[in-house]
Protein backbone atom coordinates (compact mmCIF):
# COMPACT_ATOMS: atom_id res chain seq x y z
CA UNK A 1 0.00 0.00 0.00
CA UNK A 2 1.23 3.63 -0.46
CA UNK A 3 -0.28 6.77 0.37
CA UNK A 4 -0.85 10.41 -1.09
CA UNK A 5 -1.00 13.22 0.97
CA UNK A 6 -3.36 16.62 0.94
CA UNK A 7 -3.12 19.38 2.07
CA UNK A 8 -5.27 20.54 4.58
CA UNK A 9 -4.03 23.35 6.68
CA UNK A 10 -1.23 25.76 4.80
CA UNK A 11 1.84 27.18 6.33
CA UNK A 12 0.33 30.46 5.44
CA UNK A 13 -2.64 29.94 7.72
CA UNK A 14 0.09 28.04 10.38
CA UNK A 15 1.81 30.84 11.12
CA UNK A 16 -0.74 33.42 11.38
CA UNK A 17 -2.51 31.40 13.68
CA UNK A 18 0.25 30.73 15.51
CA UNK A 19 1.20 34.19 16.31
CA UNK A 20 -2.37 34.91 17.13
CA UNK A 21 -1.78 32.34 19.77
CA UNK A 22 1.48 33.56 20.93
CA UNK A 23 0.30 37.15 21.27
CA UNK A 24 -2.61 35.73 23.42
CA UNK A 25 -0.02 33.65 25.34
CA UNK A 26 2.22 36.79 25.76
CA UNK A 27 -0.95 38.83 27.25
CA UNK A 28 -1.29 36.18 29.49
CA UNK A 29 1.60 35.91 31.02
CA UNK A 30 2.45 39.74 30.91
CA UNK A 31 4.94 39.79 33.98
CA UNK A 32 5.37 36.47 34.51
CA UNK A 33 7.93 33.67 33.09
CA UNK A 34 6.95 31.23 31.14
CA UNK A 35 8.51 27.43 31.94
CA UNK A 36 7.44 25.54 28.16
CA UNK A 37 7.65 21.87 28.00
CA UNK A 38 8.06 20.07 24.50
CA UNK A 39 6.40 16.84 24.41
CA UNK A 40 8.88 15.10 21.53
CA UNK A 41 9.09 14.06 18.86
CA UNK A 42 5.57 15.71 16.71
CA UNK A 43 5.77 18.94 19.16
CA UNK A 44 9.18 20.16 18.19
CA UNK A 45 8.64 22.29 14.91
CA UNK A 46 5.66 23.90 16.72
CA UNK A 47 7.67 24.66 19.76
CA UNK A 48 10.34 26.70 17.88
CA UNK A 49 7.95 28.40 16.02
CA UNK A 50 5.60 29.50 18.88
CA UNK A 51 8.07 30.13 21.38
CA UNK A 52 9.95 32.65 19.04
CA UNK A 53 6.97 34.96 18.68
CA UNK A 54 6.34 35.23 22.46
CA UNK A 55 7.43 38.36 23.98
CA UNK A 56 7.32 36.94 27.95
CA UNK A 57 11.18 35.77 29.19
CA UNK A 58 10.90 31.90 28.17
CA UNK A 59 12.81 28.66 29.54
CA UNK A 60 12.15 25.14 27.72
CA UNK A 61 12.04 21.97 28.54
CA UNK A 62 11.32 18.65 26.88
CA UNK A 63 9.84 15.56 27.62
CA UNK A 64 9.37 12.40 25.23
CA UNK A 65 6.31 10.15 25.76
CA UNK A 66 5.05 7.48 23.29
CA UNK A 67 1.65 5.79 23.04
CA UNK A 68 1.75 5.25 19.45
CA UNK A 69 4.81 4.07 18.12
CA UNK A 70 4.62 3.41 14.04
CA UNK A 71 0.85 3.08 14.10
CA UNK A 72 -2.13 5.11 13.77
CA UNK A 73 -3.69 4.14 16.81
CA UNK A 74 -3.23 5.05 20.53
CA UNK A 75 -2.37 1.87 22.55
CA UNK A 76 -3.46 3.06 25.55
CA UNK A 77 -0.23 2.47 27.13
CA UNK A 78 2.09 5.95 27.74
CA UNK A 79 5.85 5.09 28.04
CA UNK A 80 8.21 7.92 28.97
CA UNK A 81 10.78 7.68 27.11
CA UNK A 82 12.83 10.89 28.48
CA UNK A 83 11.93 12.56 31.04
CA UNK A 84 12.15 16.45 31.63
CA UNK A 85 15.54 18.19 33.10
CA UNK A 86 14.38 20.50 35.25
CA UNK A 87 12.29 20.76 38.58
CA UNK A 88 8.64 22.32 37.87
CA UNK A 89 7.85 23.56 41.47
CA UNK A 90 6.63 27.03 41.13
CA UNK A 91 7.03 27.70 37.92
CA UNK A 92 4.26 28.87 35.51
CA UNK A 93 4.11 25.58 33.09
CA UNK A 94 3.03 25.95 29.08
CA UNK A 95 2.71 22.34 27.94
CA UNK A 96 2.99 22.10 23.98
CA UNK A 97 1.85 19.35 21.92
CA UNK A 98 1.22 18.95 18.22
CA UNK A 99 -1.81 17.08 18.79
CA UNK A 100 -4.76 15.71 20.73
CA UNK A 101 -6.53 12.88 19.32
CA UNK A 102 -7.78 10.13 22.52
CA UNK A 103 -6.36 12.19 25.17
CA UNK A 104 -4.87 9.52 26.52
CA UNK A 105 -0.92 10.92 26.34
CA UNK A 106 -2.08 14.12 27.41
CA UNK A 107 -4.15 12.99 30.02
CA UNK A 108 -1.27 10.60 31.71
CA UNK A 109 1.27 13.24 31.47
CA UNK A 110 -1.05 16.07 33.08
CA UNK A 111 -1.34 13.90 36.34
CA UNK A 112 2.16 13.18 36.26
CA UNK A 113 3.25 17.09 36.24
CA UNK A 114 0.61 18.17 38.68
CA UNK A 115 2.02 16.00 41.27
CA UNK A 116 5.43 17.78 40.62
CA UNK A 117 3.41 21.18 41.94
CA UNK A 118 3.92 23.92 39.11
CA UNK A 119 2.82 27.45 40.30
CA UNK A 120 0.31 26.88 36.98
CA UNK A 121 0.42 24.03 34.05
CA UNK A 122 -1.84 24.67 31.01
CA UNK A 123 -1.16 23.33 27.44
CA UNK A 124 -1.34 24.50 24.28
CA UNK A 125 -1.95 22.35 21.07
CA UNK A 126 -1.52 23.00 17.53
CA UNK A 127 -4.54 20.73 16.41
CA UNK A 128 -6.89 19.13 18.59
CA UNK A 129 -9.17 16.07 17.04
CA UNK A 130 -12.83 16.82 19.63
CA UNK A 131 -14.36 13.58 18.02
CA UNK A 132 -11.63 11.18 18.82
CA UNK A 133 -11.85 12.02 22.51
CA UNK A 134 -11.53 9.41 25.29
CA UNK A 135 -10.00 11.27 27.92
CA UNK A 136 -11.46 14.50 28.86
CA UNK A 137 -8.82 17.46 28.69
CA UNK A 138 -8.91 21.34 28.66
CA UNK A 139 -7.25 23.14 26.66
CA UNK A 140 -6.20 26.47 27.17
CA UNK A 141 -4.68 27.61 23.86
CA UNK A 142 -5.58 25.55 20.51
CA UNK A 143 -4.46 26.88 17.06
CA UNK A 144 -7.11 24.35 14.85
CA UNK A 145 -9.42 21.81 15.58
CA UNK A 146 -9.63 19.25 13.15
CA UNK A 147 -12.20 16.10 12.02
CA UNK A 148 -11.53 12.77 12.66
CA UNK A 149 -8.58 11.92 10.13
CA UNK A 150 -4.72 10.99 10.46
CA UNK A 151 -2.67 13.81 9.20
CA UNK A 152 0.80 13.97 9.25
CA UNK A 153 3.49 17.34 8.54
CA UNK A 154 4.52 20.26 10.96
CA UNK A 155 5.98 17.67 13.11
CA UNK A 156 3.76 14.82 12.72
CA UNK A 157 4.42 11.50 11.50
CA UNK A 158 3.55 8.20 9.25
CA UNK A 159 5.92 5.83 10.60
CA UNK A 160 8.79 8.49 11.37
CA UNK A 161 7.76 10.19 7.42
CA UNK A 162 6.34 13.79 6.79
CA UNK A 163 7.40 15.06 10.07
CA UNK A 164 9.64 18.14 7.98
CA UNK A 165 6.38 18.67 5.98
CA UNK A 166 5.94 22.82 6.03
CA UNK A 167 2.42 22.20 6.30
CA UNK A 168 -0.77 19.88 7.73
CA UNK A 169 -1.88 17.38 5.17
CA UNK A 170 -4.29 14.47 5.29
CA UNK A 171 -2.87 10.37 4.24
CA UNK A 172 -4.53 8.92 1.57
CA UNK A 173 -4.17 5.23 1.00
CA UNK A 174 -3.85 4.30 -2.06
CA UNK A 175 -3.07 0.07 -3.59
O1 LIG B 1 -4.34 12.05 22.28
P1 LIG B 1 -3.60 10.80 21.95
O2 LIG B 1 -4.50 9.77 21.27
O3 LIG B 1 -2.86 10.21 23.11
O4 LIG B 1 -2.53 11.15 20.81
C1 LIG B 1 -1.70 12.26 20.85
C2 LIG B 1 -0.24 11.86 20.91
O5 LIG B 1 0.13 11.10 19.75
C3 LIG B 1 1.30 11.65 19.17
O6 LIG B 1 2.48 11.15 19.76
P2 LIG B 1 3.25 9.83 19.29
O7 LIG B 1 3.10 8.78 20.35
O8 LIG B 1 2.84 9.47 17.88
O9 LIG B 1 4.78 10.30 19.32
P3 LIG B 1 5.61 11.30 18.38
O10 LIG B 1 5.23 12.72 18.76
O11 LIG B 1 7.04 11.02 18.73
O12 LIG B 1 5.27 11.01 16.94
C4 LIG B 1 1.19 13.12 19.51
O13 LIG B 1 2.44 13.77 19.47
C5 LIG B 1 0.59 13.13 20.88
O14 LIG B 1 1.58 13.09 21.90
N1 LIG C 1 0.80 11.67 12.82
C1 LIG C 1 -0.24 11.62 13.62
N2 LIG C 1 -0.11 11.26 14.90
C2 LIG C 1 -1.23 11.25 15.66
N3 LIG C 1 -1.37 10.92 16.96
C3 LIG C 1 -2.67 11.08 17.25
N4 LIG C 1 -3.38 11.46 16.18
C4 LIG C 1 -2.48 11.58 15.17
C5 LIG C 1 -2.61 11.96 13.78
O1 LIG C 1 -3.68 12.28 13.23
N5 LIG C 1 -1.45 11.96 13.07
Known amino acids: MSEKIRELISEEKIDARIREVAERISRDYAGKKLHMICVLKGGVFFMCELSKRITVPVSLDFMSVSSYGN ?18 EGK ?14 LGYLMDILE ?4 ASLK ?3 LLDKPERRVVDIQTQYCCFEIPDQFVVGYGL ?19
Open 92 to 105: DVLIVEDIIDSGRT
Open 123 to 125: LCT
Open 71 to 88: EMNSSGVVKIIKDLDEPL
Open 157 to 175: DYAQKYRNLPYIGVVDFED
Open 115 to 118: KRHP
